[in-house]
């Protein structure tokens, strides 16, 4: 299983499961991190602690914790 | 826009029609620059998600109407994920108004149209703001307005808050949709969701259910789980047959999307849904470059290596730029305050009616005034952190440090906030999620140094360093708070509020170039308040002090003195008696008391009773332990003639040990009464304040001691 967590810089994936709470789970959805989603990762912060992503045009920040919570596959 | 009147706080006359708007928008979408471009008001307009976090109404005329607008929070959908979503929920949900502005960013539609298809479920009517067209026009982007109001029964208007393109048209649809009837929307599911739709519909058909709204809604929120209308049939008797079919709906819809949660379901649904119509209406007219001018921004400025030292090193030049460019007009204030003092005194005959107004108020605010170049200059950059978008990258960069202390990356926006006003900073804890993270960041708010507390730094690093050392000096202060102020978390982390970590999810918005005339009136309002509170406060707390240190007087003291004056054998001695004659007439002073009393508590601090009676002034507001400094050192005839100003003073009267224990002080215990007020506010009762003043005050003691007593060793 690959997360998001294990991608790249400059690495494109599709999600393809949430495996979050639901409340953590809902708060992506609205950032557009959902099923079948593209997802682009942008730049990793020192220690690979945070990431940015680019999901459609939008850029979001999230934690290794929460980047690990999202099943992805390669494109 | 000449018809456009503001009539903010003004009652509306009875006669007209009155239009009630919520604002409803993703965040960081220009909602509230968009009420600020149709009306007078000047709402607090910032290029990253958090700026509004509580509702405010605005009042503005147009045509036959009185306009009622309310700026809400931004949501990303509607959750109450965080209390300023909460609060925009409960708004739209439970308040009344007429009409929704719905406030999307033309640039970035599909993201936007999520939250919109919620609205549209709404029952209530709805018109869309398609905000940022002067930014869509530069990208290349073109959305075709009239053809997806015709796609999703909703109409949408372009406008743009910052050039002011289509405010006036969006306006008149208001009106427009205020006096039709509303429209049905024309937001399609699936087929599966659609199937499930039409046997609720039919159903209540069947029953002849009677309802305000159509069935097609109502059915729609009965499969969304809405609590309100399930609220409402619950009561009623089709209730027991109309439970079983809604039961199989969900889960036949929940099969279809092969997820076990309803919500996650019809996010899918809206987002093909979304995906359809922008296929349909937007059109992408120049080619899109690989990388944006924001990613190539960002690739250097938040790089795994280089972000953090670039974020120093703009810190730094910011506390450079405070002292070296605010030095620069000090002279003058400070001139002119004394040429004022002079003619001003000059008109007064009352000996102490002159000195109440000279030494008392002119010399008080004076000594505020004195510092407003460099508060300037500290608002400006914090405007620039707050506009261009900078703000988001630097949360990023330090989210991970910040973790290490137990605090949330998103706590920076707050902190950062604390270095212009504690209070907004503490209204803006509430984008945390978490009560835990918020309360945690609250009690550390405190640390990073106000505004208000800058006059105090400068004063100080004035008086004991040289000019090419003082903006160092500063940056050192504000870093070492802020450093504190992390040791504080992880403290309060380990002990207080302990729990488990809160997700970081935040938006990192697009690079803009902030406009001159949004800085400029920023940095204005803010430095009017300061200067208003000069005016007021100020010079009130200084009369105050004044009084203090003047009564009451000793007749006995006076006449010694006064024999001893006439009796002396030269000039010098004269001078000698003369000086002594006032300062022991300020120690028997109410204030000289008061400071006698608590200087032992202070002594181990290295203070003298001046210093000790400026800190407890400095309680009600930071200005005002510059102005006593003014006050008390005006008073106190030890300064010699020719240089009187407090930077002298201060250097001469003050050992530096005693200095650096004062400033700690300063930077770590209560911020002022008007911050603890809201800070009570925000953390939800009394007690917490007094946690607070416990803590700082602890804190602030224990770090001088540690401050006074190293440096000493080290002189
Ligand atoms: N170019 C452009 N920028 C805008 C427009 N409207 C808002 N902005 C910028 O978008 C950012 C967010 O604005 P704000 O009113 O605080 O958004 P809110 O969070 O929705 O209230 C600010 O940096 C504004 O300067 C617009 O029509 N055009
Ligand atoms: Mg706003």
New binding site residues.
């Given amino acids: 299983m690959k997360t998001l967590l294990d991608c790249k810089k400059a690495c494109r994936v599709k999600v393809l499961k949430l495996n979050a709470a639901r409340e953590l789970k809902q708060r992506l959805i609205s950032f557009g991190i959902m099923k079948e989603a593209e997802i682009e990762v942008l730049e990793h912060a020192p220690g690979k602690k945070t990431i940015e992503v680019k999901v459609g045009k939008m850029r979001i920040a999230l934690r290794d914790q929460e980047a690990e919570l999202i099943e992805v596959e390669k494109l | 826009m000449k018809e456009i009147v503001n009539m903010q706080g003004k009652a509306c006359p009875v006669i007209a029609n009155h239009i009630k708007v919520a604002l409803v928008?993703q965040?960081?979408?220009?909602?509230?620059?968009?009420i600020n471009s149709v009306s007078n008001s000047h709402l607090h307009?910032?290029?990253f998600?958090g700026?509004?976090v509580d509702k405010s109404e605005v009042l503005f005329d147009h045509k036959d109407y009185h306009f009622t607008v309310v700026?809400l929070p931004?949501t990303y959908a509607f959750t109450d994920y965080t209390i300023e979503e909460r609060v925009t929920h409960d708004y739209l949900c439970a308040e009344d108004y007429d009409i929704i502005i719905n406030?999307v960013d033309s640039t970035n539609l599909e993201k936007n149209l999520q939250l919109t298809s919620e609205l549209l479920t709404m029952s209530k009517k709805v018109v869309i703001a398609l905000?940022?067209?002067?930014?869509a026009d530069k990208e290349g982007i073109e959305v075709n307005a009239e053809y997806m109001s015709e796609l999703i029964g909703v109409e949408c208007i372009k406008v743009?808050?910052?050039?002011k393109l289509g405010i006036e048209e969006l306006i008149d649809a208001v009106i427009r949709n205020y006096e039709n009837d509303k429209n049905e929307s024309k937001l399609i599911f699936s087929e599966a969701v659609e199937e499930e739709i039409a046997q609720i519909v039919w159903y209540l058909d069947k029953h002849k259910y009677e309802a305000k709204n159509s069935y097609r809604n109502i059915a729609i929120n009965l499969l969304k789980n809405n609590k309100k209308t399930y609220a409402k049939l619950h009561d009623n008797p089709i209730w027991t047959e109309l439970q079983p079919i809604l039961i199989e709906a969900s889960s036949h819809i929940e099969l279809h999307h092969s997820s076990d949660d309803i919500k996650e379901a019809f996010a899918e649904e809206y987002a093909s849904f979304n995906r359809g119509v922008v296929a349909e209406v937007v059109e992408q007219k120049k080619q899109v470059e690989k990388k944006t001018l924001t990613e190539k921004i960002d690739n250097v400025l938040i790089h795994p290596i280089f972000g953090i030292p670039i974020f120093l090193f703009f810190m730094w030049s910011l506390f450079q730029l405070t002292f070296e460019v605010g030095a620069v007009p000090m002279d003058y204030i400070d001139a002119f305050f004394g040429w004022f003092g002079d003619a001003v005194g000059a008109t007064i005959p009352n000996d102490d009616v002159r000195s109440l107004i000279v030494d008392g108020m002119i010399a008080g605010v004076g000594a505020v005034v004195l510092f407003v170049p460099n508060i300037i200059i500290l608002f400006i950059g914090i405007a620039l952190l707050e506009?261009t978008g900078y703000m988001s990258r630097v949360a990023f960069l330090l989210d991970g440090f910040f973790h290490k202390f137990g605090l949330h990356g998103q706590s920076f926006i707050p902190l950062v906030t604390g270095f212009g006003c504690s209070i907004p900073a503490y209204m803006s804890a509430r984008i945390l999620k978490n009560d835990r993270d918020r309360l945690l960041t609250l009690f550390i708010i405190g640390f990073m140094s106000c505004g208000a507390r800058l006059p105090v730094y400068v004063l100080f690093a004035g008086a004991f360093f040289s000019p090419e050392m003082a903006g160092n000096i500063l940056f050192v202060i504000y870093i070492s708070g802020a450093m504190l102020g992390l040791i504080a978390a992880k403290v309060l982390k380990l002990t207080a509020f302990k729990g488990a970590d809160e997700p970081f999810v935040m938006e990192m918005p697009k690079y803009?170039l902030p406009?001159v005339k949004?800085i400029w009136h920023t940095v204005l309002t803010k430095t009017m308040m300061y200067l208003k509170k000069a005016g007021t406060f100020i010079a009130t707390a200084s009369m105050l002090i004044w009084f203090l240190s003047n009564y009451p007087h000793n007749s006995i003291l006076e006449e010694d003195y006064a024999y001893k004056i006439e009796n002396a054998i030269n000039q010098e001695e004269k001078v000698h008696f003369e000086n002594s004659l006032s300062t022991d007439l300020l120690e028997q002073s109410y204030l000289g008391r008061i400071g006698k009393f608590s200087e032992p508590i202070f002594a181990p601090l290295g203070f003298d009773w001046k210093m000790s009676v400026a800190l407890q002034a400095g309680l009600a507001a930071k200005e005002v332990v510059v102005s006593t400094l003014g006050v008390l050192y005006a008073l106190g005839a030890d300064v010699d003639e020719e240089n009187n100003s407090l930077i002298n003073a201060i250097s001469k009267n003050i050992s530096f040990p005693s200095a650096v224990a004062f400033i700690v002080v300063i930077m770590i215990y209560l911020p002022c009464l008007a911050a603890s007020i809201v800070f009570t506010r925000e953390a939800g009762g009394i007690k917490y304040f007094f946690y607070l003043l416990f803590f700082t005050s602890v804190a602030a003691y224990g770090m001088a001691f540690i401050a006074y007593n190293i440096t000493k060793m080290l002189m």
């Fill in positions: 928008g965040p960081n979408v220009g909602k509230s620059m968009l307009v910032g290029n998600s700026v509004t700026d931004g406030v905000n940022m067209s002067d930014e743009s808050a910052a050039t506009s803009r406009s949004l």
